[in-house]
């Protein structure tokens, strides 16, 4: 459960793993435009993938660019054998012509925005090497790759600008399903250059993490209620320090914890009075330190780090396992296949 509350943190604070709306690298990450290198083309072998996919995150980095892994904007690659032959020589070995053809567009919707074909050789002693090496060929920083990419970009900029209204509800829609996970990573898409757009997914952002949090304060708080309910003082304890500082139920965990004390015998207190003071000590250091961090990402580390925050729900519950599991982020359904953009 530790995991999804640091991927949650991630996608709110920081969009990881994007490519930025102009190269000089003066951007930061909440900067910029998310694409995700993807291999499409089933004609491709499968041996040759990594190798592509390396090579298309070369090409978005030399222009500003790194890889996401569920962007609805994809950069790939199709690709036609102009020949293929045998080498006379002993060993023979395989000799590939490829014409590769890269693309930037919508993977959602099937739409090109921009792309450009290369033709390469490679030789090795099977079909697969051959392609392989024919990859490694492929001149990343060739400027024609510099234009694609900002051609992409520009057309993805204009997407978000144009559907910016239809994002925002499709995020909420998503909060009000529980799936906090897709509606942080769908509003953490949203580039800084597309400014009003930006401010209002960092509004968004804001509450879909503040309901990920109530609902994980309300969580742990029946948990502690059903284990004092049995008269599990040490079970309530263990639920209780789960209870996240901007949890909206708070003050009613503080209620129940005063009211579990006060009916426990001397050395039951004293055990539960050290347990919630290093829990009130830990609450109390992590609020100092995220009032004085000066960033979302400083923030983000220090919630990430804290033992007893950063814990969003205890494993031996179900219905915060069941959450979980349905709050990882999905790849999209891609529709472009191969060759084929509308």
């Given amino acids: 459960m530790k995991k999804i509350t640091s991927l949650i943190l991630t996608l709110l604070?920081?969009?990881?793993?994007?490519?930025a709306q102009d190269s000089d690298n003066r951007l930061n990450d909440q900067q910029r435009v998310a694409l995700t290198p993807v291999v499409l083309d089933e004609a491709i072998p499968a041996g040759a993938h990594k190798q592509l996919v390396n090579k298309m995150t070369q090409m978005a980095a030399k222009n500003g660019c790194a890889a996401v892994s569920n962007s609805r904007f994809v950069i790939t690659c199709s690709a036609d054998i102009l020949t293929k032959?045998?080498?006379?020589?002993?060993?023979?070995?395989?000799?590939?012509?490829?014409?590769?053809?890269?693309?930037?567009?919508?993977?959602i919707e099937g739409r090109l925005f921009s792309s450009h074909t290369v033709e390469t050789k490679g030789v090795g002693p099977s079909p697969e090497k051959a392609y392989i090496n024919a990859l490694k060929n492929v001149r990343v920083n060739d400027p024609a790759f510099k234009a694609m990419i900002d051609k992409g970009k520009q057309e993805i900029v204009a997407y978000y600008n144009t559907y910016c209204d239809i994002i925002i509800a499709d995020a909420r829609n998503q909060v009000a399903r529980h799936q906090y996970t897709e509606a942080l990573d769908l509003l953490a898409g949203i580039p800084a250059v597309c400014e009003e757009c930006y401010r209002r997914a960092q509004d968004e952002?804001?509450?879909?993490?503040?309901?990920?949090?109530?609902?994980?304060?309300?969580?742990?708080?029946?948990q502690a209620q059903a284990a004092w309910a049995k008269h599990d003082a040490a079970a309530a304890a263990e639920a209780l320090t789960l209870i996240p500082t901007d949890g909206?139920?708070?003050?009613?965990?503080?209620?129940?914890?005063?009211?579990?004390?006060?009916?426990?015998?001397?050395?039951?207190?004293?055990e539960w009075e050290f347990k919630m003071q290093q829990y009130e000590d830990q609450l109390e250091a992590q609020q100092?330190?995220?009032?004085?961090?000066?960033?979302?990402?400083?923030?983000?580390?220090?919630?990430?780090?804290?033992?007893?925050?950063?814990n969003s729900a205890s494993e031996h519950s179900e219905k915060w396992n069941t959450a979980a599991t349905t709050s990882q982020p999905a790849k999209p359904a891609y529709q472009v296949k191969g060759k084929w953009f509308k």
């Avoid at 604070?13 to 490519?19: E, P, T, Y």
Wanted: charged share 20%; hydrophobic share 50%.
């Fill in 13 to 19: 604070f920081s969009a990881g793993f994007i490519c």
């Fill in 248 to 270: 909206a139920c708070l003050p009613e965990a503080k209620a129940l914890q005063k009211e579990i004390a006060a009916k426990l015998d001397a050395k039951e207190r004293q």
């Fill in 205 to 222: 952002s804001l509450a879909a993490y503040q309901a990920w949090r109530d609902e994980v304060c309300l969580m742990a708080l029946q």
């Fill in 85 to 107: 032959d045998i080498t006379p020589t002993a060993p023979p070995m395989h000799a590939y012509t490829i014409a590769l053809t890269f693309f930037v567009g919508d993977g």
């Fill in 288 to 310: 100092q330190r995220i009032a004085a961090a000066d960033s979302p990402a400083a923030r983000q580390q220090i919630v990430q780090s804290a033992p007893a925050a950063a």
